[in-house]
């Protein structure tokens, strides 16, 4: 049983600090899922709170795994990880019965799984969680007490660090189909011999006061009785979808201009702010020398929002902004950018630069070759996540030997 019982606890651990750090590593695009499920239950007020949300759920589930590898407060984790598992393995039968949104959102955008997926995946961690809680009384920590309670408080300031980094700055891990480097016109290609979506369509025919249903292959088409009624088709397999399924940018006044961004024949800055009237101000000043910069070098610039026309008037009276405007869908901007506003940089249609808008670069920044500019960049920031890998991995093997070596005393 101890073996077990130590399986349950590894495996659940693994599950809780993946599903926690990826979702923590994005946690703007966490809290815009809470906002899918609040619309979809009618629920509306609670969208005031999914950020906040968004924030705790991934630092508690980051956690409670933290707690469960590293052997600190076993038996608090494993109540910890019950209470997530028998809240949330009920909750996904739901969504799976009514399937009021398609994705469930429970590993952020790494991982995508249908809702039966997810219920079924719950239903084998919380086969795990029970044994956990039934044989709780053998979950017993071998480390000093002032040993247990300094990790108990550096794993909670670590549970926080993802969710804050990514709220604060972009995400770490970028797993969105906007990230850099992605050719936005190829990501909507469908490859040639694809697999479509499949459906069932059910045809539904009247005749003398009676409805009846029909299939595609047995309509009553030589019976001019029958009359239409109505049809119904579900998808029944899903075919290939494109990492970007829709792109479309349009004037204020409804003019599609899509093509002449993504082809413009230079650099193009898109000021991405979802919804003026949530955006953050104080980057207005340095959105107008962005622009100024960029105007005089004969790059593309434009701030695309889902904001109305009397939005944005009000908006440019508000703060000065002397940058141009155009429209877009409110979900697609949510997507291609976790920051309102945020600044992406486009070479004919390529993303080639994504700036938060606590970080925007100097206008200066925009001077030379800004495709190699970038590359280096990225360069840079690759070594930089290689260093803190390498660094969060000894330190986490050395907590690790540690606590195991106290285990086994």
Same mark, same amino acid.
């Given at each position: 049983?101890?073996?077990?019982?130590?399986?349950?606890?590894?495996?659940?651990?693994?599950?809780?600090?993946?599903?926690?750090?990826?979702?923590?590593?994005?946690?703007?695009?966490?809290?815009?899922?809470?906002?899918?499920?609040?619309?979809?239950?009618?629920?509306?007020?609670?969208?005031?709170?999914?950020?906040?949300?968004?924030?705790?759920?991934?630092?508690?589930?980051?956690?409670?795994?933290?707690?469960?590898?590293?052997?600190?407060?076993?038996?608090?984790?494993?109540?910890?990880?019950?209470?997530?598992?028998?809240?949330?393995?009920?909750?996904?039968?739901?969504?799976?019965?009514?399937?009021?949104?398609?994705?469930?959102?429970?590993?952020?955008?790494?991982?995508?799984?249908?809702?039966?997926?997810?219920?079924?995946?719950?239903?084998?961690?919380?086969?795990?969680?029970?044994?956990?809680?039934?044989?709780?009384?053998?979950?017993?920590?071998?480390?000093?007490?002032? %040993?247990?309670?300094? $990790?108990?408080? =550096?794993? &909670?300031? #670590?549970?926080? +660090?993802?969710?804050?980094?990514?709220?604060?700055?972009?995400?770490?891990?970028?797993?969105?189909?906007?990230?850099?480097?992605?050719?936005?016109?190829?990501?909507?290609?469908?490859?040639?011999?694809?697999?479509?979506?499949?459906?069932?369509?059910?045809?539904?025919?009247?005749?003398?006061?009676?409805?009846?249903?029909?299939?595609?292959?047995?309509?009553?088409?030589?019976?001019?009785?029958?009359?239409?009624?109505?049809?119904?088709?579900?998808?029944?397999?899903?075919?290939?979808?494109?990492?970007?399924?829709?792109?479309?940018?349009?004037?204020?006044?409804?003019?599609?201009?899509?093509?002449?961004?993504?082809?413009?024949?230079?650099?193009?800055?898109?000021?991405?702010?979802?919804?003026?009237?949530?955006?953050?101000?104080? %980057?207005?000043?340095? $959105?107008?020398? =962005?622009? &100024?910069? #960029?105007?005089? +070098?004969?790059?593309?610039?434009?701030?695309?929002?889902?904001?109305?026309?009397?939005?944005?008037?009000?908006?440019?009276?508000?703060?000065?902004?002397?940058?141009?405007?155009?429209?877009?869908?409110?979900?697609?901007?949510?997507?291609?950018?976790?920051?309102?506003?945020?600044?992406?940089?486009?070479?004919?249609?390529?993303?080639?630069?994504?700036?938060?808008?606590?970080?925007?670069?100097?206008?200066?920044?925009?001077?030379?070759?800004?495709?190699?500019?970038?590359?280096?960049?990225?360069?840079?920031?690759?070594?930089?996540?290689?260093?803190?890998?390498?660094?969060?991995?000894?330190?986490?093997?050395?907590?690790?030997?540690?606590?195991?070596?106290?285990?086994?005393?």
């Amino acid at each position: 049983m101890r073996t077990l019982v130590t399986f349950c606890r590894y495996t659940l651990a693994i599950l809780f600090i993946f599903s926690g750090f990826v979702k923590g590593v994005d946690p703007l695009g966490f809290a815009y899922k809470f906002n899918d499920y609040f619309k979809a239950f009618h629920v509306d007020f609670f969208q005031y709170f999914s950020l906040f949300l968004a924030f705790i759920l991934c630092a508690a589930e980051l956690f409670v795994g933290l707690l469960l590898l590293f052997g600190v407060k076993l038996r608090f984790a494993a109540w910890g990880a019950f209470i997530f598992m028998i809240v949330f393995t009920p909750l996904t039968f739901v969504l799976a019965v009514f399937n009021p949104v398609h994705d469930c959102g429970c590993f952020g955008d790494a991982v995508k799984l249908t809702n039966w997926e997810t219920f079924f995946k719950n239903l084998v961690f919380l086969g795990a969680a029970i044994v956990l809680i039934k044989e709780r009384s053998k979950l017993t920590s071998s480390l000093p007490r002032l %040993s247990e309670v300094v $990790l108990f408080v =550096l794993l &909670l300031i #670590a549970a926080f +660090l993802p969710p804050y980094i990514g709220y604060t700055r972009l995400p770490v891990l970028d797993f969105r189909p906007y990230r850099i480097g992605v050719n936005i016109p190829d990501a909507m290609k469908i490859p040639e011999g694809a697999q479509p979506d499949i459906y069932r369509t059910t045809l539904y025919y009247k005749k003398d006061g009676i409805t009846k249903e029909f299939d595609e292959n047995n309509i009553p088409w030589q019976d001019t009785t029958w009359k239409f009624v109505d049809s119904k088709s579900i998808i029944i397999k899903k075919g290939y979808t494109p990492s970007i399924e829709t792109f479309g940018l349009m004037t204020l006044s409804g003019n599609d201009i899509t093509d002449s961004i993504l082809y413009y024949p230079n650099y193009y800055i898109l000021a991405v702010a979802y919804r003026l009237d949530k955006t953050n101000v104080e %980057s207005t000043k340095n $959105l107008n020398e =962005l622009y &100024l910069k #960029a105007k005089s +070098l004969n790059y593309g610039f434009a701030c695309v929002t889902a904001s109305t026309q009397g939005d944005v008037d009000a908006f440019i009276s508000k703060t000065g902004a002397v940058y141009p405007f155009i429209n877009a869908d409110e979900i697609m901007l949510k997507t291609m950018i976790r920051s309102n506003p945020g600044v992406i940089l486009l070479d004919k249609g390529t993303v080639i630069g994504q700036w938060h808008f606590n970080r925007l670069p100097n206008p200066n920044y925009l001077d030379g070759n800004l495709r190699a500019k970038q590359l280096e960049l990225a360069k840079q920031e690759s070594d930089q996540r290689l260093i803190l890998f390498l660094i969060s991995f000894l330190v986490i093997s050395f907590l690790l030997i540690y606590t195991i070596k106290q285990e086994n005393r």
